[in-house]
């Protein structure tokens, strides 16, 4: 048992830390207000343009994906990467090219998709020239068990028909988003596990319809593409669109989903890190009732809970990591879950700190806070609420003792 | 001991829903809808002005406005209204003239004001021709210790002149929004709670910057004038503007208060049962693992601990009203500091729950949730931070024994 | 509405506050030398009969019992009086004549004993000279569903035969209990609601073999008779022992419920009253870095909560007694499954910062805080878990919007 | 970075969870039976003695302890072989001769005493002949701050005399137990960290009395020799006795402190993972309602929070002991507060859900999880209580920040 970083991932750390005190926190700023002075108002600003550029230069670009077209970092290796970049996260990730749900999109193309469709639309995403979207989460059933899900890809001739609506697909307003991941039912009769497909939709393809941009606790999400409600009138794609073959969504959803907690949760903890940072700063610089408010025990409480809290996580998340690049993800499926308990329910309890040592400031636009909070509370959603994975995660419990019990 | 409504009150009480049933419920959507097409981005839109039509004719205006000027109603009286606004925070009040900033800036003209500053500018507010701001609040300093306040107001002549930054100023962007009533400092070596004063200054006095709408969350709430940044540069008005005197503004202040903080709290007990109403329809229409999530026992555990908790909740801001009654807000001034410690944090939980049990319905647009769940959140700062009050009620409960302690 | 205790009750809490400060608090500490001195480890001590004698000379005897045989309070007036008894939970119930379960015990033979079986056993309980146990709770089902009990009455000629194994059963060991009342099934082929019968059961009966103490966390309760594991070998008593009649069981134990709630959570309160009022002398009293630990933010934050925590309790258990009083204890259902939700998990709260405000001596026997921690913690099981209730309160709340759920 | 145990480890894992397999838990019942029949109420018994040469033959010993007179681990080695001895706390480690508080005393006598002392009690302590306590607790003074130990150890001639009172000295009631470790202090003048010393008193030195046991809700530990109120009436002891020398008290107990918390934190673990096994087991076996309560929602979220916590804090625990095995106790120093801070806690959920899920069973002597909970919810205090080790975390954060804070 070690708990040391290599070294490899120790010499991106500083690569990244310096990148980001360089040019990513400048940024922040610009970025705001090219958000502002924008036309389109889904659309992308030149700053993270040029921050793409940098970073491919710099040699951090494509860090999360494992393997020749990626960076080729373990699990292990990137998680400390991926928080750094939660302490920035609407500029770090997406200048690294590191960006949900593109990260995730591009490990199911990798994986599953042919030589063509990797063509066509990989290779544009790896270089950062496009965006893509994931549409599975639909309004009316409860998508986090995916045999819920009710969108129909229907085979007819050489095509396959989709019609379905669905709801809160990421970045899918965003003009440079050119591709969407459908998830569907091609086989209601098949077995539960093997009725959903998985299918390449061009975003202009006619019929897709993006209704409008759903919201999270009042944020719009624009500078990442929104969340948009989206509706398949029938939207017809050749046959050769499909991933793998018919019935093979659910192994493809599942495969995607372990790294992609990984991601969350680290960039959750790096938020983390930012509110406690904020928190501290704050609270040293604010004076009531005769002193700093950091000198209030309430505050010193909530600190000291704060950092007990993320050390605790991180530990977590990072063996979670370590088992999949060990035993992979199956191995690796109560950790799995149990990140996904423990991360946003965590980081949320952390930035509603942080907000309340800031006053009415921590709210309002003028810091992160309240924004990463929306984040972190919609995380205890994302790939199915809490109470499931707490569900399934007891009853793996269970099942050690339930031969033999009296 | 008696824990029944008296008839006035449930005469009343009946009066009310009918008018929600068949008015406010009804003008919801259009609300909405005249809210998105509407030209001002701050203005009040026309269905509000019908909604306040109804309701004075019913009889159901200004029920908050205790003496001859309202309803004459006691506060006990009131709160159970107060508490069905709060079903549809963003109609009934209005609706009844009984939102607040107005509530609180009438009392304070109907409780100090001369006879020409309450014709001028109680009259319109009593017959919802007008609305009114109160700029208390300041972005650089801790403003729940109301000696903090820096705004200055300094004697020149005839004239007051007022110099300062205030923000989370709410309703100040509405153009109906004619009169503020600025907190400010007109004497800084008087002893500590005899430096402040109030200030009545009209809306379009030079000087008067609204430089920008602050968010809380990402809501701006610009249904209702939103939450504005002032800066008062050089404000002058008249010396006859001043309320009662110089050093009368703490006092003021905190007489201003008490009802204040009823009308809150029963307006989020309101929210609650809103809310808990919602999660019980929301988790009986859906199916998730073969059964109504209803069926399920964390979500049956939700249901009960907010039935617990708001029904607690309830008798003690109830039984608070009735202090403030019988004994003056001065007695009951310990459990104005617990209702406001007890009930943001009772109902944001409940709010909590109940976006959970809509999955992610529960954070967007389709359901009020996630913008109650915004309110209550603030309101664990509005009028101090939950720690202050926390603090000044531990001391209260201290001074009992502090004497003999060994 | 109102709030203020009405005259009787505010004459008799004066009169037994006094009765405490003049005689019960300087009894504790002959009550503990007495203890620890008697013979019998389970046996009643001297001083609780002078008690008895002084109370019922000043007439606060049998307080609780409404109607001609007691003192002819309602719910709501006898309430605030339990609660004072509870500042002194070991002494305070006994000397009045007010200690569970002989309170219980008493109204179930008041209300459903012939005339005979009330003279026996009524009248010797009325007047203290004897102690009495309830037989219900089983190791073996969970009790909490009392179909599940398994204990088996049956008739045998003029007999009843009872045989099961009882435990929990709470002061069978006092030598001076000398009577039982015994829940079993007469009929497993009843409908479930009419299979159990109670039946009076003389504690020397043969075949009723006392087994053991059962202990709570490390309390024996040996001062007021422990809590027994009873196992009953072929108990034959008389068929006129039986109240009622067969098949009554059910509800007479429902009947027995309601009162013994309020007394119970009422004396819960008045323990976690005396717990605050140690944590505010001990924090005074006690320095650490410098100043007195009271002066900790920490310590002023648990000191606040605990008060609006148990303000609104009480008010709450309040409501309940009156509700009650004036609907009866079917309509007054929900509140009082509330109060038993509600009431053992705040006073635990409460006396756990207590202890932790006291350091060790919290867990000593030096403070009464342990013990009576243990208390609150007994009581989230007792009458069955909070998550039954909790199940069961849910349901009443959604069956309001069952129908029509959308 | 690397989460597998070492080979080492891994060995010793499995040679122990035999020989609690084979030997400790059969031996638990023995255990209970000969504690009960004993003569002397705080005496050990025979059973223990024959686990302890199984242990010491089986090569199980002393592994707590580096070094060539121990096993020679690392604090990384040993800490999953002491949580496995948490699975029996009453057995395993005094088998192993891995008990508190021999453990932090052999440590101190191994690193800081000359030979003699070494050849006197050292050896003994070693060969598990003689049992030792550790006396530094007093009940008037808040102890967590060593600088407010007041029992005096005075220097007269050839002697030192000590004079004071002390309580919670665990063991010492113990009749083998035969050395206690006397922190006082020598220097009242000297600067703070220099005032204390550590001396040796042998238990039979006159003037040395035992007063009583204090209990521990309700627990009075006699198995282990109790927790005993000690007065030093001028208790005088050759000069030699003093450890080291005057003013190296401080120290002393800050060297112990590291190693111990491992221990304690691990241990604590150990039974967290008892708890979780027994409340799987129970809810297994138990039918409420129809079914197994293992299928209740409430129960699966348990379980589910169970084991996330416990993967967590297990994590934190292992990184900090080897944090100390790279870095040294005071680089480990902020991780050695955390693991004080969230071990009690969230070991304590977790034993009062086991507790919740056993019913009434769960607060008696029938299952060990009472017990276990009295000393979880102990270890809030010792060493301190977390409400300090919260603060001087907290400082340590902030510090970070303090210099360049706006």
């Not at 497909?197 to 606790?217: A, C, Q, Y």
Request: hydrophobic share 40%; charged share 25%.
């Amino acid at each position: 048992m070690d708990f040391a970083l290599d070294a490899k991932t120790t010499e991106l750390r500083k690569r990244l830390l310096d990148f980001l005190d360089e040019h990513v926190y400048p940024a922040e700023p610009v970025f705001a207000r090219q958000l502002a002075e924008r036309e389109d108002p889904w659309a992308s600003v030149p700053v993270v343009e040029e921050l793409k550029a940098e970073a491919r230069e710099r040699g951090l670009w494509n860090l999360f994906l494992p393997g020749e077209l990626g960076a080729g970092l373990t699990n292990l290796q990137y998680a400390p990467l991926a928080e750094i970049t939660g302490r920035s996260p609407h500029l770090a990730p997406v200048a690294l090219n590191c960006a949900a749900p593109d990260t995730g999109n591009m490990e199911v193309l990798a994986q599953f998709a042919t030589e063509r469709q990797r063509e066509t639309w990989l290779r544009p995403l790896l270089d950062g020239e496009i965006r893509s979207a994931f549409a599975m989460t639909e309004p009316d059933v409860a998508s986090s068990d995916a045999r819920n899900i009710a969108t129909s890809i229907k085979r007819d001739g050489d095509s396959y028909v989709i019609t379905g609506r669905k709801w809160y697909i990421s970045g899918a307003m965003n003009p440079a988003c050119r591709i969407f991941i459908v998830m569907g039912k091609t086989d209601p009769d098949a077995e539960p596990h093997r009725q959903q497909s998985m299918i390449l939709v061009p975003r202009d393809t006619p019929g897709l319809e993006i209704r409008r941009g759903m919201t999270l606790f009042g944020y719009d999400d624009s500078s990442h593409g929104g969340h948009a409600e989206v509706v398949f009138h029938d939207v017809r794609v050749p046959a050769e669109n499909l991933l793998v073959e018919e019935g093979a969504g659910f192994a493809i959803a599942q495969a995607r989903l372990g790294p992609g907690r990984i991601h969350h949760c680290m960039r959750l903890i790096g938020m983390a890190e930012r509110a406690i940072e904020l928190m501290c700063r704050r609270t040293l610089g604010r004076v009531a009732f005769g002193k700093p408010i950091a000198e209030q025990g309430v505050v010193q409480d909530w600190i000291a809970e704060a950092r007990v809290r993320v050390e605790q996580l991180r530990l977590l998340v990072l063996k979670t990591a370590w088992l999949m690049d060990t035993v992979g993800n199956k191995g690796a499926h109560t950790e799995i879950q149990a990140i996904k308990i423990a991360t946003p329910a965590s980081v949320e309890w952390i930035l509603d700190k942080a907000i309340q040592a800031h006053g009415a400031a921590g709210l309002s636009q003028d810091t992160p806070l309240a924004e990463l909070w929306a984040q972190a509370r919609m995380l205890r959603f994302a790939d199915g609420p809490d109470e499931v994975h707490k569900r399934s995660l007891a009853r793996q419990e269970l099942k050690k003792y339930r031969e033999g019990a009296k």
